[in-house]
């Protein structure tokens, strides 16, 4: 069993999306947006919440809602 020390959820993604984007902290190529958890210090991603747009994220955990909510909302999760 891998234990998350820092996990992050939708919900919160959502919320600071935004800023992240106007602090270069993530990439917005179109209507996808990247962000790079890992490097932000999270490890695993969590479903709360929903994605209301396409995100391309990096983390190297993620939940089964996670990703179902991530992959319909037209993103992806990639391994980091």
């Keep these: ?5 820092n ?6 993604i959502e919320e600071n999306t935004d800023a992240w984007v106007s602090e270069g902290m993530a990439t917005k ?7 790079n958890l890992k ?3 999270y490890d695993k ?3 709360t919440g929903s994605a ?3 995100y391309k994220l990096t983390i190297s ?3 089964a809602k996670a ?11 990639i391994n980091g």
């Design 52 to 54: 209301s747009q396409a």
């Design 67 to 77: 990703v179902e909510k991530t992959e319909a909302a037209g993103g992806e999760i």
């Design 7 to 12: 996990a992050i959820n939708l919900k919160t």
């Design 29 to 35: 190529k179109g209507k996808v947006i990247s962000i």
């Design 45 to 47: 991603l969590l479903g």
């Design 1 to 5: 069993v891998v234990h998350a020390n």
């Design 61 to 63: 955990a993620a939940s």
């Design 39 to 41: 490097e932000m210090g």
